[in-house]
T-cell receptor, first 113, second 114 residues
Framework: DGGITQSPKYLFRKEGQNVTLSCEQNLNHDAMYWYRQDPGQGLRLIYY???????QKGDIAEGYSVSREKKESFPLTVTSAQKNPTAFYLC????????????FGPGTRLTVL | KQEVTQIPAALSVPEGENLVLNCSFT??????LQWFRQDPGKGLTSLLL???SQREQTSGRLNASLDKSSGRSTLYIAASQPGDSATYLCAVRKSAGNNRKLIWGLGTSLAVNP
């Protein structure tokens, strides 16, 4: 089954902790993306990567970090510097050829206690 | 600056009705437009993608149209079913090349009542 997996589905974090959200895809897509979704707001881009070992900041990168060591994987770390991390986090991927249609994973809900 | 608006924010219809969801954008220089569906607490499912050179795309009971000159796209759902209840999001890709950023609307929350 081809697709995007995210884990965990739910994540609880204490203030001051760093946490890492996992995103894996087996669609052979070059590009991967992290979005944050908050009630009443459109999806906001955190980071994206178009090739292994390279990534770019999106609109709200402060307090987040990423890595892209493998084509299939694009983990997101939410650091203690992120002031309001409680949100729903979505990972997506797309091919760089053709129409670049984006496909999404099931999401991770992060709650700060 | 590209802005994407979806009206209405919420819609409630009886089962079987044909309905139209609207998406408008302020800059007609788009590369493509994508419609998504999101169920509560879930990820997004891509429904239809329309390239800027296309006028419409169809998948089953769904038909999406694009009018770049007026900055509008519509998603038509025929013979609605309770299972169509979800939030529908549209997103515009601004241009070709390396900028693959999507600009998102806030979505229309659809409830189809049995």
């Amino acid at each position: 089954d081809g697709g995007i997996t995210q884990s965990p589905k739910y994540l609880f974090r204490k203030e001051g902790q760093n946490v890492t959200l996992s995103c894996e895809q087996n669609l052979n897509h070059d590009a991967m993306y992290w979005y944050r979704q908050d009630p009443g707001q459109g999806l906001r881009l955190i980071y994206y990567s178009q090739i292994v070992n390279d990534f770019q900041k999106g609109d709200i990168a402060e307090g987040y970090s990423v890595s892209r060591e493998k084509k299939e994987s694009f983990p997101l770390t939410v650091t203690s510097a992120q002031k309001n991390p409680t949100a729903f986090y979505l990972c997506a991927s797309s091919s760089l050829a053709g129409n670049n249609e984006q496909f999404f994973g099931p999401g991770t809900r992060l709650t700060v206690l | 600056k590209q802005e994407v608006t979806q009206i209405p924010a919420a819609l409630s219809v009886p089962e079987g009705e044909n309905l139209v969801l609207n998406c408008s954008f302020t800059d007609s220089a788009i590369y493509n437009l994508q419609w998504f569906r999101q169920d509560p607490g879930k990820g997004l499912t891509s429904l239809l993608l329309i390239q800027s050179s296309q006028r419409e795309q169809t998948s089953g009971r769904l038909n999406a149209s694009l009018d770049k000159s007026s900055g509008r796209s519509t998603l038509y759902i025929a013979a609605s079913q309770p299972g169509d209840s979800a939030t529908y999001l549209c997103a515009v890709r601004k241009s070709a090349g390396n900028n693959r950023k999507l600009i998102w609307g806030l979505g229309t929350s659809l409830a189809v009542n049995p």
